[in-house]
């Protein structure tokens, strides 16, 4: 497992995940009541703001997650799944570096 482009990786989607936070925070803003939009609008405003803190909620907690992968990176367990204990694929480490389950014991939750 090559430690070096995987910490590399995570820095990288640490970085990615504080930009998205931070759209996400200004776009869910408190909806002032003084603004002249129509009922619809404000409740098509007031449904949209409730999926993005939604989604504001998941990128903190991914950012949670990729900040203690980062922090564990140089542990021996890291890249063995929490759960069975064997060696998470490095693909998969790659693609989902907060991950911290192999495929498996992801799958059955």
């Given amino acids: 497992m090559n430690i070096k482009v995987i910490k590399n990786k995570i ?8 930009d998205e936070i931070s ?3 200004e776009i869910t803003s408190p909806i002032s009541p003084e603004n002249a939009i129509g ?3 404000r409740m098509d405003a007031i449904n949209n703001k409730t999926i993005n803190d939604r989604t504001l909620r998941k990128a903190e907690e991914k950012l949670k997650k990729l ?3 980062l922090s564990r990176i140089n542990d021996p367990k890291f890249g063995k799944c929490i759960k069975c204990d064997r060696p998470i694929q490095e693909a998969r ?3 989902m570096p ?3 389950k192999c495929v498996n014991c992801a799958r059955l939750r």
């Fill in 11 to 18: 820095k990288f989607r640490v970085a990615q995940t504080l």
């Fill in 23 to 25: 759209e996400l925070k």
């Fill in 39 to 41: 009922r619809i609008s």
């Fill in 67 to 69: 900040r203690l992968a």
């Fill in 93 to 95: 480490i790659l693609l």
């Fill in 98 to 100: 907060e991950e911290a």
